[in-house]
């Protein structure tokens, strides 16, 4: 499916233009906390007056959404009788949209995540307000069920349009737009490496990096310039994980986010760091089907794009650039290392070039953790 980019202008004339073309009579606002905030709050405020289109807002949910909190949006969404979802947010109103689209055609009888996904027509706009998780991008969500994440991944999640509105970034809190930039860095280089690459998918990760790599200072200073393009790049990087899926980064810091409440995009810069370091130290561990030589070569490619002569200097620069960063590291002891070991998302540890067995991975956490130095 090819996603439709509705063009963005100062009072929104275009999105008005396609929610009337696409004769949305109700539409459900899935949308954060902030939204109220947004410089684009008004015009959904305004637009039954102006189209005759309904609005439900929904923002009963919480930063990594839970199934219960999706479970309310389907309640809450067939209640309102709506017709079309409208995403505006980060990730997790993404999550939570795509989630709700996709249960809303399954029975209550049963869990939703046990069922076949059956695919239906609801509208899906998503108008992402951070330059990060690409989810805009994407079919793929997450929800956390029991405690446990569990990722949903079905073609008809991916928003059939998308509205990238750099304004919405203005009000962006400094940690968070350091946050979701690493995360748009890490979807960028993981996408590139990973065993599911194409030539397309490197070509969108390639000029994600480049555009992040540019603009990193220009964004973080709050420029208008560095906004559009910092949130062009995560959309570019999110086309990226849509084709290839990311790698060890984040197959290693989801725990790092839920257990010590890590940031996402910290956690996943600071797993990708050290991943990084072991992979051009151990390309003889290489399990992509395309072999050694192709994953020595990729590497190379990845140290060129990003301005270094060499794979292993790539791979040192980001590390030195996340210690220049100084994120929030949690105190633990070397036993949480191992229980971290142990709580890998093996299904994307799967998409890693290198394989990494149980005694790297609790290497690589006590190095996260600054419990022994990279070896
Ligand atoms: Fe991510």
């Not at 795509?98 to 899906?124: H, M, T, V």
């Not at 151990?282 to 794009?305: F, I, N, Q, S, V």
């Amino acid at each position: 499916m090819k996603q439709r980019r509705i063009p963005s202008d100062e009072a929104y004339a275009g999105l008005r233009a396609y929610l009337t073309g696409r004769k949305a009579k109700k539409i459900f606002l899935v949308c954060g906390q902030s939204f109220s905030g947004l410089r684009i709050a008004p015009f959904f405020d305004r637009l039954e007056l102006q189209t005759g289109i309904c609005v439900t807002k929904f923002q009963q949910f919480e930063p990594n959404p839970q199934y219960g909190s999706v479970v309310e949006g389907v309640r809450r969404f067939r209640e309102s009788g709506s017709d079309f979802i409208v995403a505006v947010g980060g990730g997790s109103a993404m999550d939570v949209a795509k989630c709700i689209k996709l249960f809303s055609g399954l029975s209550d009888e049963e869990c939703y995540l046990k069922q076949r996904a059956a695919p239906n027509d609801i509208g899906l706009l998503a108008i992402p307000t951070t330059a990060g998780s690409g989810s805009e991008a994407t079919k793929f969500a997450v929800v956390y069920f029991e405690g446990e994440k569990q990722s949903v991944s079905e073609e008809s999640c991916m928003p059939q349009a998308v509205l990238l509105d750099a304004r919405l970034l203005e009000t962006l809190p400094p940690l968070q737009r350091t946050a979701t930039a690493l995360d748009a860095l890490c979807h960028a280089v993981e996408s590139f490496w990973s065993v599911n690459a194409t030539e397309e998918s490197k070509r969108l990760s390639k000029a994600a990096l480049g555009l992040i790599l540019k603009n990193w200072d220009a964004y973080l200073f709050n420029d208008g310039q560095g906004n559009q393009k910092m949130l062009y790049a995560a959309h570019l990087a999110g086309q990226a994980i849509n084709l290839a899926q990311t790698t060890a980064g984040h197959a290693m810091c989801y725990q790092l986010t839920s257990r010590y409440g890590l940031p996402h995009g910290c956690a996943a810069a600071l797993c990708l760091s050290k991943a990084w370091l072991h992979m051009v130290r151990h390309p003889m561990a290489c399990r992509d089907a395309r072999g050694e030589p192709y994953l020595r070569k990729t590497l190379a490619e990845l140290a060129e794009a990003m301005g270094q002569s060499r794979a292993e200097e790539a791979a040192k620069w980001l590390d030195g650039f996340v210690k220049s960063l100084r994120l929030p590291l949690p105190e633990a002891s070397p036993r949480e290392a191992a229980w971290l070991r142990d709580s890998v998302n093996q299904a994307r540890l799967r998409n890693h070039p290198v394989r990494l067995d149980a005694d790297a991975l609790e290497s690589l956490y006590r190095q996260i953790l600054q419990l022994e130095e990279e070896g």
